[in-house]
């Protein structure tokens, strides 16, 4: 049994500051982070070792990572990302696949389901509509860590067809879960945070309009600030179409939710240039 108030806690400020037992119980998969600063602690190393010392794992006759040098100077994603490569590597048969991204969301660590994220991403027999409909539990994860590596993830899958993504991510922009809303914003924002930039976004952002007009007065905050973050990215190389569609949204849509999001998508901008109240 582990304790409530480990269970209940808010996280250390620093990452120096988690203490040991926390650190012990999230490097043995027996509880999920709560901040970033757990998140970046955690020994994916020994995670996958605990891990494949489980008898189901051991079933599914998945090699153990060798060499755990492979980990060595990589940031917290990456080392998600070379773990779930040598997952999926390892899996030819799309049913086993399946069973295998099924027990990864399963898993008490947010960091192990991180590993699902990813080897969704990575694996070269799914289709792009696939990858799309496995993501979607992980997308709406309780922990915002699973959320963020789930766009994460199949960032490189929109880069590769982005007009089949913008397809399909537009039919995500008026689902019912905002959490899934969101997910079609963040994953095509043109400077993604801990991502590649999208070249064809900077210089076209209008190519996004099918998924960003539906979500211009969503009444989600956690949607409206991506969204917001999306054009300030797009505010970078194109000013004055960020202006242009702020000011459409404002005239269209003159609601609270529109104006924070307004607001918000024009910070980086000359103040004596923005669109008044």
């Known amino acids: ?59 599914l006759g998945l090699r153990l990572l060798g060499d755990k040098s492979v980990l060595e100077g990589k940031t917290a994603p990456k080392k998600i990302e070379a773990i779930a ?53 992980f997308a709406t994860d309780r922990n915002m860590s699973v959320r963020e590596v789930a766009w994460m993830a199949l960032r490189e899958s929109v880069t590769h067809d982005l007009d089949g993504a913008i397809k399909i991510l537009s039919r995500f922009s008026t689902h019912a879960d905002p959490n899934i809303r969101r997910f079609a914003s963040e994953i095509t924002r043109p400077r993604g945070v801990w991502a590649r930039h999208i070249p064809e976004l900077k210089e076209q952002p209008e190519r996004a309009l099918k998924i960003l007009s539906p979500l211009k007065s969503d009444p989600s905050r956690y949607v409206q600030n991506s969204v917001a973050n999306w054009l300030n990215d797009a505010s970078k190389s194109k000013p004055q179409w960020v202006r242009q569609i702020c000011q459409q949204w404002r005239r269209e849509s003159p609601t609270p939710e529109t104006a924070y999001l307004v607001k918000r998508a024009l910070r980086s901008l000359d103040p004596t240039d923005q669109i008044g109240g």
Not at 107 to 130: F, M, N, Q, T
């Open 1 to 59: 049994m582990i304790d409530s108030q480990i269970l209940n806690r808010k996280g250390a400020r620093t990452t120096a500051g988690v203490p040991t037992e926390v650190l012990i119980l999230l490097n043995q998969g027996k509880i999920e982070t709560v901040n970033l600063c757990e998140w970046l602690v955690v020994d994916q190393g020994q995670l996958v070792q605990v891990l494949w010392s489980e008898k189901k794992w051991k079933a």
């Open 85 to 137: 490569r040598m997952i999926s590597e390892q899996i030819s048969d799309l049913k086993k696949l399946k069973e295998i991204v099924g027990l990864l969301l399963l898993h008490p660590s947010d960091l192990v389901r991180g590993w699902g994220c990813y080897v969704i991403g990575a694996h070269s027999a799914l289709k792009l509509k696939e990858r799309f409909e496995w993501i979607h539990p």
